[in-house]
């Protein structure tokens, strides 16, 4: 198993960026699927998840308005578009599959290499 | 939102020691909890599932216990490899949140 991420970068505050990931070696459209990220020197947080066909998607407050998960299955690619970046978004952010295809009552098994936000002027 | 508490946030124990890492639960979460360990610059690795359940290639030297608020991971044996922050997870109910996290450094 393995989920390659794209996109991350320097974007100045009020910018946008779409992360992008790529997972490969099990079959994507049966399993749900999260970003997480880790501000520098700190601990994870959950972000955002998204269900198996994508029917369902759901957002940590911090980030609820502003940030949109989304997956195409035919592609099997997972998206994470990012609006209204503040600097606390700065961040390093992982995909990462779940067991099964619901985002609750599922674990968080693989993890993707991660991809540095920085949100600064 | 679940909140999950570890204790203690930082240990420093000699190869070979017993580790105990303990997450408690603002409420019953079930089995629901899952254990994790990032190493330095490295991406975050599953090693117990479910409260107890190894993940697939773990060394049986990690364990897990417990149930509704109270989770316990053990490291039996430490090596030097095991040199990492461990954080505690749950998949309850949303939104998902994790542990602080507990530094496990080798003297």
């Known amino acids: 198993v393995q989920l390659l991420q794209s996109g991350g970068g320097l974007v100045q505050p009020g910018g946008s960026l779409r992360l992008s990931c790529a997972p490969s070696?099990?079959?994507?459209?049966?399993?749900?699927m999260s970003w997480v990220r880790q501000a520098p020197g700190k601990g994870l947080e959950w972000v955002s998840a998204?269900?198996?066909?994508?029917?369902?998607?759901h957002y940590a407050d911090s980030v609820k308005g502003r940030f949109t998960i989304s997956r195409d299955n035919s592609k099997n690619t997972l998206y994470l578009q990012m609006n209204s970046l503040r600097a606390e978004d700065t961040a390093v952010y992982y995909c990462?599959?779940?067991?099964?295809?619901?985002?609750?009552?599922?674990?968080?098994?693989?993890w993707g290499q991660g991809t540095l936000v920085t949100v600064s002027s | 939102e679940i909140v999950l508490t570890q204790s203690p946030d930082f240990q420093s124990v000699t190869p070979k020691e017993k580790v105990t890492i303990t997450c408690r639960a603002s409420?019953?979460?079930?089995?629901?909890l899952h254990w994790y360990q990032q190493k330095p610059d490295q991406s975050p690795k599953l090693l117990i599932k479910?409260?107890?359940q190894p993940f697939s290639g773990v060394p049986s030297r990690f364990s897990g216990s417990g149930s509704g608020t109270d989770f316990t991971l053990t490291i039996n044996s430490l090596e030097a490899e095991d040199a990492a922050t461990y954080y505690c997870?749950?998949?309850?109910?949303?939104?998902?949140?994790f542990g602080g996290g507990t530094k496990v450094e080798i003297k």
């Open positions: 997870h749950q998949s309850s109910s949303l939104p998902l949140t």
């Open positions: 409420q019953s979460i079930g089995y629901n």
């Open positions: 070696g099990f079959t994507f459209s049966a399993y749900a």
């Open positions: 479910y409260a107890s």
């Open positions: 998204i269900s198996d066909s994508g029917g369902s998607a």
């Open positions: 990462a599959s779940h067991t099964g295809g619901n985002v609750v009552v599922t674990a968080i098994d693989y």
